[in-house]
């Protein structure tokens, strides 16, 4: 739109769409992304971005029905408490790793290069309270290990 000396701004019906398109524009970019650092035994600390699934409701849905996800981003399962965790692959078209962590964030178990759409169950090897999901190939891509230390975002 352009303003001339005698037009006026302010009745122009463009003028609040473009305030609303402004501010909305600066909401998404000022939303922080959390992230998850893993640090391998060996090689340099690994930083993924995260979406976070801490109600029940978030949890079942996960990544189901996802098409793709970026490299060095993923989904962080938060539980209420630690005890053995379960995932399976149904509705879910992507191949992942799902990273189990216990409350003192280390890695206590690994489910690698997992089966789309598979309704077998994944348990972790001992209680977790935590689980990252990524893509297939991504522990043996970085040297991700059980054993590694996390840092969760706050």
């Known amino acids: 739109m352009l303003i001339t000396p005698d037009s006026s701004f302010s009745s122009s019906p463009q003028v609040p769409w473009l305030f609303l398109a402004l501010w909305l524009v600066a909401a998404c970019a000022a939303s922080p992304q959390l992230q998850v650092t893993l640090y391998p035994q ?31 981003h993923g989904m962080l399962f938060l539980f209420p408490r630690q005890e053995p965790q379960s995932f399976w692959m149904k509705n879910t078209p992507l191949s992942l790793d799902i990273i189990f962590i216990d409350a003192t964030r280390t890695i206590v178990s690994i489910a690698q290069n997992t089966t789309p759409f598979s309704e077998k169950l994944l348990p972790s090897d001992k209680p977790a309270q935590f689980v990252l999901e990524v893509n297939s190939g991504f522990c043996q891509r970085h040297g991700i290990a059980v054993g590694d230390r996390v840092k969760l975002p706050r």
């Not at 600390?45 to 996960?62: M, N, Q, S």
Request: charged fraction near 30%; glycine fraction near 6%.
């Open 42 to 72: 060996h090689g340099t600390p690994v930083r993924v971005t995260v979406e976070i699934a801490d109600t029940h409701e978030k949890r079942a849905l996960g990544l189901m029905y996802r098409r793709e996800l970026p490299e060095l």
